[in-house]
């Protein structure tokens, strides 16, 4: 007799049960010149403000893995809601390396650290590899955070959610924080 619950043994049953947690989505990017790439990603976390550390997955045969061990340096944008072309187009087999990429990221440096910030996004992470974590068909990397851009004004999150991406709506404020 079933009860309408699936089995958490498999990769398909794993699969379809994350795709319904809500998740963020971010573009990482890393190295410099002909070696830079980017990709989208919504497997990242806080791990700690003091000291500021995040965590973000990278699946083992990306193009940007290799290049993330060898610079051990990677900037992540949080990006909005009206920002699903990009997500899509970073996590396209098309998606542009290199020179190509300065079509969409900016340079920046300010005190002597490096980041791609990308116009729009919620916010810029430059971050430092602390550690990295083999897990299963993915690498966990940790980052210590350097630099922290944030505009003043704030869109809403862009969401993935049942395999789909979409602009999450603006939530009503409370006035407590």
């Not at 010149?33 to 976390?45: H, S």
């Amino acid at each position: 007799m079933s009860h309408g619950l699936l089995s958490t043994e498999t990769t398909a049953d794993l699969r379809s049960v994350m795709r319904r947690f809500p998740t963020g989505v971010a573009l990482l990017s890393t190295g410099r010149g002909d070696e830079a790439v980017a990709m989208t990603i919504n497997a990242l976390m806080s791990v700690s403000l003091e000291p500021p550390r995040i965590l973000v997955s990278v699946l083992d045969h990306a193009r940007a893995r290799p290049v993330l061990e060898r610079t051990e340096e990677f900037t992540v944008n949080l990006l909005a809601g009206e920002q699903a072309e990009l997500a899509r187009l970073f996590a396209s087999r098309t998606k542009p390396t290199g020179a190509g990429l300065t079509d969409h990221l900016q340079a920046m440096n300010r005190n002597g650290t490096d980041c791609t910030v990308l116009p729009g996004a919620l916010a810029t992470l430059s971050c430092s590899v602390e550690a990295t974590y083999p897990v299963g068909d993915h690498s966990l990397f940790l980052g210590r955070v350097e630099r922290v851009v944030a505009p003043a004004d704030s869109s809403a999150p862009l969401l993935f959610h049942q395999g789909e991406l979409a602009g999450m709506p603006a939530l009503a404020t409370t006035g407590t924080h």
